[in-house]
């Protein structure tokens, strides 16, 4: 199993920036990439952007590209998403996942809560 901890959530003003966590503990040897996904109100979860683990190859969705960095820290386990210049779309919440080789993502954090006001 592997556990994921999301932080750094919270309310910010249009054009700022936040910066989420995700924090991994378990089996994490068998992680192959995580991923940060987002949930607004009355819409599907949608792929934000991922992360392999072992190299750090990155991919991103369309709506995100060129405002949120992915990163991974190996020593510290964690997976962040820096956002910058966020718009009130942004507004969702934020979920990352881990998923092993082949595999689905089948490891969720708790989720943690992303407004952008107006």
């Known amino acids: 199993q592997v556990q994921l901890v999301e932080s750094g959530g919270g309310l910010v003003q249009a054009g700022g920036s936040l910066r989420l966590s995700c924090s991994a503990s378990g089996r994490i040897f068998n992680i192959y990439d995580m991923g940060w996904f987002r949930q607004a109100p009355g819409k599907e979860r949608s792929l934000l952007a991922t992360?392999?683990?072992?190299?750090?190859?990155?991919q991103y969705s369309d709506s995100v590209k060129g405002r949120f960095t992915i990163s991974r820290d190996g020593a510290e386990n964690t997976v962040s998403l820096q956002m910058n210049s966020l718009k009130p779309e942004d507004t969702a919440v934020y979920y990352c996942?881990?998923?092993?080789?082949?595999?689905?993502?089948?490891?969720w954090g708790q989720g943690t809560q992303v407004t952008v006001s107006s």
């Open positions: 992360i392999t683990w072992s190299g750090g190859s990155t």
């Open positions: 996942a881990a998923r092993r080789r082949g595999a689905r993502y089948d490891y």
